[in-house]
């Protein structure tokens, strides 16, 4: 097996386990390894680290499968860590029972760019660096095995793939394709999960408990909806009892989305919910100028800053929106700011949000701090596996 060896000194975030070697770290590659070929990890010392993935295109030259020697990476250990994903996932009360639910969150579970979202019976898998891709047919041996799901469908088309040299790809892994009319039932809301067409792997598992949280501070409010995708927050709202809901989205199909999101929950007051396909930016500058105001107003916008290189933009961006948020909120009212840009921390987005408070003229205290739902989880070591932040703030 080629060997990896290090510069001295760069072991150093390798033995703290964390799974990202540089191509600055890099000494030499001993041997030959092609694009996602195992390759052994060795310190300058000579001192063994680890097993890794080798991906030559990429700024990240290699991903580690392993910390200990004694691990072959073979189909047997997809296996053991797929199983093992899966079981924390149903040990754990909040998603024991979930129709729609991450089962391995990359890195943190142990496995670098692998991604796998179950919806009922459909497991959607995102595969994003060299390595994953190598072990497909595993991976999928694996999720089959420790699931007992019937159908696994491809959605490899995330941009990221690009700086590892792959192509994008999607199709059928296994079984037959993804039911057209796919749904999971999220706290007692239905939900259509569009697994070919619609975003990332269908749909944003990762807010799920936040937008337990808007239900259950929506009632007798009028709530504003801004980058609803398909109306995952404006139904629950609508369910917690607000009085109104106003979503807007720049996108058709995840309007139609959510308008069939709406019709799949006849127990939910349709006549309360407003729909309106515009830019973000410009409907809440409208809406000011109308003189409207909202008691809730959440603002779950893109990826404004994929790495770090993008945050000054990105901080504009943030705080533009959040300014606006904050205008249009009545006197008590609530506003649900997330960011899930890496490039942007936690500490900067809130000093963002104090900065686009402050601009407004509003006085704001901080109610909740937020974050991914228990199966998007942070490896320790893996700080870099925290995307998403949220911060509910409410105006005096
Ligand atoms: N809150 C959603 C996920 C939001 S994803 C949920 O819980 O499911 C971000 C959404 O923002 C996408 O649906 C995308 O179409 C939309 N979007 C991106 N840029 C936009 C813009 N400038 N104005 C309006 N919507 C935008």
Redesign the pocket.
């Known amino acids: 097996m080629a060997q990896l060896l290090l510069r001295a000194g760069k072991e150093r975030s390798v033995m703290r386990r964390h799974p990202w070697i540089f191509a600055g770290s890099v000494a030499r590659l001993s041997g030959r390894a092609r694009a996602g070929d195992t390759v052994e990890v060795i310190a300058d010392s000579g001192a063994f680290l680890g097993r890794a993935a080798y991906s030559p295109e990429s700024q990240i030259r290699a991903r580690m499968w392993s910390f200990d020697e004694a691990t072959v990476i073979d189909h047997a250990f997809f296996k053991r860590t797929i199983a093992a994903a899966v079981a924390r996932r149903s040990a754990h009360p909040q998603l024991t029972t979930q129709e729609g639910q991450r089962l391995i969150h990359g890195e943190s579970d142990g496995l670098p760019g692998v991604i796998a979202d179950r919806y009922r019976d459909t497991i959607v898998l995102q595969l994003t660096s060299a390595g994953a891709d190598r072990w497909r047919e595993a991976i999928v041996g694996g999720l089959l095995q420790a699931t007992g799901c019937t159908r696994i469908y491809e959605r490899s088309d995330s941009e990221v793939r690009g700086l590892e040299g792959l192509e994008p790809t999607t199709g059928v892994l296994a079984g037959e394709a993804p039911d057209a009319d796919l749904q999971i039932d999220e706290y007692g809301v239905l939900l259509g999960v569009d697994a070919v067409a619609g975003?990332k792997t269908g749909?944003?598992l990762d807010?799920r408990e936040?937008?337990r949280l808007t239900r259950d501070l929506a009632r007798g409010r009028s709530v504003l909806?801004?980058?609803?995708?398909?109306?995952?927050?404006s139904l629950q709202a609508l369910a917690g009892g607000a009085e109104s809901v106003l979503s807007?989205?720049?996108?058709g199909p995840?309007l139609d989305g959510a308008r069939r999101n709406l019709a799949r929950n006849p127990q939910l007051d349709a006549s309360r919910a407003e729909w309106m396909e515009?830019?973000?930016?410009t409907?809440l500058r409208e809406l000011k100028a109308a003189g409207r105001r909202f008691d809730l107003i959440?603002l779950?916008?893109?990826k404004f800053a994929p790495s770090a290189s993008h945050a000054q933009r990105a901080a504009r961006a943030y705080k533009d929106i959040n300014l606006l948020g904050f205008r249009l909120l009545n006197p008590g009212g609530v506003l649900m700011t997330?960011s899930?840009s890496g490039g942007i921390g936690l500490e900067l987005f809130q000093s963002i949000v104090a900065g686009a408070a402050s601009d407004a003229g509003r006085d704001a205290q901080i109610l909740h701090r937020l974050g991914a739902a228990a199966d998007h989880p942070v490896g320790l070591a893996f700080p870099e596996g925290e995307y998403l932040k949220g911060l509910v703030c409410q105006v005096l």
Do not use: E, K, M, W
């Not at 807007?248 to 996108?251: A, L, T, V, Y």
């Not at 515009?278 to 930016?281: K, L």
């Open positions: 975003h749909f944003y807010q936040n937008r909806n801004c980058f609803c995708y398909t109306g995952g927050f807007i989205d720049s996108s995840a515009a830019d973000v930016f409907a959440l779950d916008p893109p997330y899930c």
